[in-house]
């Protein structure tokens, strides 16, 4: 069993729809990241959480530490959201490594 | 402050050539990552550098993959020998010294390795 699962793993949506992506992971963790790639490109570090909610933007992240669950949300999605969005706990304090899900792609449809 | 750079974005390598591949940090950072994607495939954890020794190579291929991030100067990711499944996007992240409870990583954009 990985020990990072997302879901879905695909996902195509119409434009301005409300869009969660879901993370789940088996490990102690001390902090979160979810990261945006663009089709052949860079990654982009959307947000690192430890605790509770982050907000920028149309992007929205919480995280359940006892859960162990964290999600990602887009408010009023737009074609150029479109990419694939993975999600990557970092081990325990003094393990600085990231593992990584598999991604979520997702598809916005003007 | 310029993100974390890394060079070449594209390099072609023929079997048995050796690949070098550089990452400058961040201003201030002193932690290194490096990540490989392989097509088709999710990222995975290679090694883990502070100036000038390696924390943790347990991602590392045992043969023919080295890593250093001396003193002065960029961290190098050097494959010897490259054959074809070393094909792939490789990232390299970076992050400030340690003393908070958990550092954000910025990643770079990627190196992506062809070999024919």
């Known amino acids: 069993k990985n020990e990072v699962e997302q879901s879905p793993q695909n996902l195509t949506a119409q434009e301005g729809e409300f869009i969660t992506i879901n993370c789940s992971y088996s490990?102690?963790?001390?902090?979160l990241h979810w990261l945006q790639q663009h089709p052949g490109g860079g990654i982009v570090s959307l947000f690192m959480l430890s605790s509770g909610k982050k907000k920028h933007g149309r992007l929205i992240a919480t995280i359940n530490i006892q859960e162990k669950h964290s999600s990602l949300h887009i408010t009023a999605s737009h074609p150029r959201d479109s990419a694939v969005y993975i999600c990557a706990p970092r081990k325990d304090f003094g393990n600085e490594k990231l593992t990584f899900g598999t991604g979520t792609r997702l598809t916005i449809i003007p | 402050n310029a993100g974390v750079m890394q060079n070449p974005r594209h390099l072609v390598r023929r079997r048995g050539q050796e690949a070098r591949l550089r990452c400058s940090p961040m201003?201030?950072?002193?932690?290194v990552y490096w990540y490989r994607q392989l097509p088709e495939e999710g990222l995975k954890f290679m090694v883990y550098l502070q100036k000038e020794n390696i924390i943790d190579e347990s991602g590392m291929p045992k043969e023919r993959f080295s890593a250093e991030f001396p003193k002065e100067g960029p961290s190098i990711l050097r494959i010897q020998q490259v054959v074809r499944g070393d094909s792939a996007a490789y990232f390299c992240a970076s992050s400030p010294p340690s003393g908070r409870a958990a550092n954000e990583q910025f990643f770079g954009p990627g190196t992506r390795l062809t070999v024919l």
């Open positions: 490990v102690g963790i001390s902090a």
């Open positions: 201003k201030g950072h002193s932690h």
